[in-house]
């Protein structure tokens, strides 16, 4: 059974855009783009042997579960981020030293990016908010 490619080669979605190629490294497929397969699958199977229904219910139980999952990461990664927002507004005006002792002084400013926190100290330095730092 030949499936026909589908009208779009980019699956858009309100929040990201992902482009599939064959020199991608890795492939996401949203949830319109798995119905528009599942629909073509449908309209192109072989009349005299159709594909058994149980493998469509489970095709979509695991897109649902997947689905869910990504959900949850992304609900996850925004608590993650509040709660690190939260901690940080909490150092502002207290004293850190590094842990090797070089660096120290009072915490003016927090960044939290994908490394982790940084501090701006009154004085203009940073520090790296990471184990070891001694806060007070």
Known sequence: M???ATTSSTATTSTESTSTSSTSKTSTLDYN???QLLVAQ???QDPTDPTDPTQFVSQLASFSSVEQLVNANSRLDTLLTQNAISQGASLIGKTV???DGTISGIIKSIEINSSGSVATLTNGS???LAS???IS
């Open 2 to 4: 030949s499936v026909p």
């Open 132 to 134: 070891g730092v001694v």
């Open 97 to 99: 030293t590094s842990a």
């Open 42 to 44: 449908l309209q192109n």
């Open 126 to 128: 940073t520090i790296e």
């Open 33 to 35: 783009a798995f119905l």
